[in-house]
């Protein structure tokens, strides 16, 4: 069966790539391993060298790129290419900072030399989805390769032309063949692939339910994995928030890439001495964002990845109107080509509704009312996920209090919306996932931490 890769916004069928048989997963997984056995002996100043020569190529076919982005899975043009951007800085980021990461660190002993060293660990399989189909690969392979591993990626299944234009970006920047392979498979693979004695570790980016197939099969096999999984970001906005501000940071933070973000804004936690205007204000700013073709520069958003998403997240919306929700903008199906659906707004949420307690993986914010901080902070962890959350206050030592010390998630924001940087860990708790990617400590999730002791 072909993989097909199809324009949401036309229901155009781009292209058809032939899924790879098993012989085929064979020998990129034994060429993958082979070239581990000479890569992880390349020297760190070579390694960056190449990781600069990588963020050379992405800049200079961001627009290639973009294109490739957009019509596979319908993200904004500009989007696009911010998301190019991103991936070269990632790049930049550890060709300058990975040999230091991983120098060696000494320890005082007994012995008469003591110290912690940083070893590869071989083929990293990395299991991506099509939200963000560079940026989450190149946030895992920058360091996977910079620390001496090699790389094979099953992407998602609607994006294989830019899992296989990744694959060629690494070897127009000089890296020794099979160093990085695509395997154009679907998931029913997954499991067989995982156990591969050939595989030393997995990462996965996706779903909790995915990331949870994916913890069993490498626990049986006894294999490291990284897991970055669903989100229902929390933000929540003090009386004493810059009203206007709130506002604009909330919204960039639930239209960010059609609302097809982990760490998307997606319920808003309103204290009550500030609710009525803020949903004003918030929902006017809503309402004034714009749908259409992804290539057209003055729209906001351009249509969901796929068809079956936005009917998934319509059910989600009609099920919590039907238990009390309340729709203020948006909440509809478009009569028009493409798998579009409105910035959204529902305002009366309460436990019970789908709106309250699962991701909405598109445009739709979740809007709660809260009496005080207390209660805020009660409703912001009241989720089985844990991956961001912000809060608006003009208070910084209160916000700070409760981003550090209250709030259950891998990271929080104060006065601002959530997203990632190659300088800050990233990665969650609870269902939203475990193991950390950029920093120094996403680099070191995939290396084998070695003590040395010397008489």
Known sequence: MNLKSINPATNEIIREYEEFHWDDVDEAVEANYTAFKSWRKVP????????????????DKTEG?????????????????????????????????????????????????????????????????WNFPFWQVFRFAAPALMAGNTCLLKHASNVPGCALAIEEIFKEAGYPDHVFRSLLVRNDKMERIIADKRIKAVTLTGSTPAGKAVAATAGKQLKKCVLELGGSDPYIIMEDADLSKAADACVAGRILNAGQSCIGAKRFIVTEAIYNPFIEAFTDRMRAVTLGDPFDEKKNMGPLARHNLRDDLHRQVENSVAKGAKILTGGYVPQRDGAYYPATVLADVVPGMPAYHEELFGPVASVLKAKDEEEAI???????????????????????????????AGCCFVNDFVRSDPRIPFGGIKESGFGRELSHYGIKEFVNIKGVWVK
């Open 65 to 129: 790129l973009a294109f490739n982005i957009t019509v596979e899975m319908g993200k904004n043009i500009k989007e696009a290419r911010a998301e190019i951007e991103k991936c070269a800085w990632v790049c930049e980021y550890y060709a300058q900072n990975g040999e230091a990461f991983l120098k060696r660190e000494m320890i005082e002993t007994d012995a008469s030399e003591c110290f912690t060293s940083f070893q590869p660990l071989g083929p990293v399989l990395a299991i991506m989805p």
């Open 378 to 408: 009660h409703l912001a962890n009241d989720s089985v996920f844990g991956l961001g959350a912000a809060i608006f206050t003009q208070d910084l030592e209160r916000g700070k209090r409760i981003a550090e010390y209250e709030i259950e």
């Open 44 to 59: 760190f100043s070579k390694r960056s060298d190449l990781l600069l020569k990588a963020t050379q190529v992405l800049r």
